[in-house]
């Protein structure tokens, strides 16, 4: 499944993610902190490791396969193809821009 940030996903019949860069993430960084940041982190403030996940943030993602999706017919792809994110920006409910961009 293929999803960013907040709209409805699509889903691949076949998906291979490489690369990335390596970010931690929890309620209060749902963005992610960087590595340098996180250990920074854990170092000045009383805050335990296992309130955050390891995650990849912008990797190389690939599909093919049947692409389904609820806004339009299923789309059959031979070989593989590269995922690009939208670039149009969204706003959040409260009206803040939301980042763009692969976690998982």
Same mark, same amino acid.
């Given at each position: 499944?293929?999803?960013?940030?907040?709209?409805?996903?699509?889903?691949?019949?076949?998906?291979?993610?490489?690369?990335?860069?390596?970010?931690?993430?929890?309620?209060?960084?749902?963005?992610?902190?960087?590595?340098?940041?996180?250990?920074?982190?854990?170092?000045?403030?009383?805050? *335990?490791?296992?309130?955050?996940?390891?995650?990849?943030?912008?990797?190389?993602?690939?599909?093919?396969?049947?692409?389904?999706?609820?806004?339009?017919?299923?789309?059959?792809?031979?070989?593989?193809?590269?995922?690009?994110?939208?670039?149009?920006?969204?706003? *959040?409910?409260?009206?803040?821009?939301?980042?763009?961009?692969?976690?998982?």
């Amino acid at each position: 499944m293929v999803r960013t940030n907040g709209g409805k996903p699509h889903t691949a019949e076949y998906l291979y993610r490489t690369g990335g860069t390596l970010v931690y993430i929890n309620r209060e960084y749902p963005s992610g902190l960087s590595e340098q940041d996180y250990r920074r982190l854990l170092l000045n403030k009383e805050i *335990s490791a296992t309130l955050f996940q390891a995650r990849r943030l912008n990797m190389d993602v690939y599909v093919k396969g049947r692409i389904t999706h609820a806004d339009h017919k299923t789309v059959l792809l031979n070989g593989w193809h590269r995922v690009i994110p939208n670039t149009e920006p969204s706003v *959040s409910a409260n009206g803040r821009l939301i980042a763009m961009g692969f976690i998982d």
